[in-house]
């Protein structure tokens, strides 16, 4: 079983950063990826990585503003999140998938078997 621990979550204002983390508790996983679910909303990508390679995928909501990257000695992945819109508060959850499955769907929930607990993000206008 995979665990993952997400942490970053704050209040922000619009147009400000943070950077979310999220450490797991293997290394051999296929990709990691951060979700978003706000109030009412599905739950949806919002970037990946794969972990050979280290290919990224974004939703085209957060293109140009979200970073995904790695640190494979430290089994964590992080979220850099710049000019941060009132549409982007939610709760983001970090995701891993250790079989494959989302190499061609990277951004669709389905393919992840692990999920952390996740963690707030909220944006003021």
């Known amino acids: 079983q995979v665990q993952l621990v997400e942490s970053g979550g704050s209040s922000v204002q619009t147009g400000g950063s943070l950077r979310l983390s999220c450490v797991g508790s293997e290394y051999t996983l296929y990709s990691m990826a951060w979700f978003r679910e706000a109030p009412g909303k599905a739950r949806e990508g919002v970037a990946s990585i794969r972990n050979s390679g280290g290919r990224t995928t974004y939703a085209d909501s957060v293109k140009g503003r979200f970073t995904i990257s790695k640190d494979s000695d430290k089994n964590t992945i992080y979220l850099q999140m710049n000019s941060l819109k009132p549409e982007d508060t939610a709760v983001y959850f970090c995701?891993?998938?250790?079989?494959?499955?989302?190499?061609?769907?990277?951004?669709?929930?389905?393919?992840?078997?692990?999920w952390g607990r996740g963690t707030q993000v909220t944006v003021s206008s």
């Open positions: 995701a891993a998938d250790r079989s494959g499955g989302s190499y061609s769907r990277p951004l669709v929930p389905t393919y992840y078997a692990f």
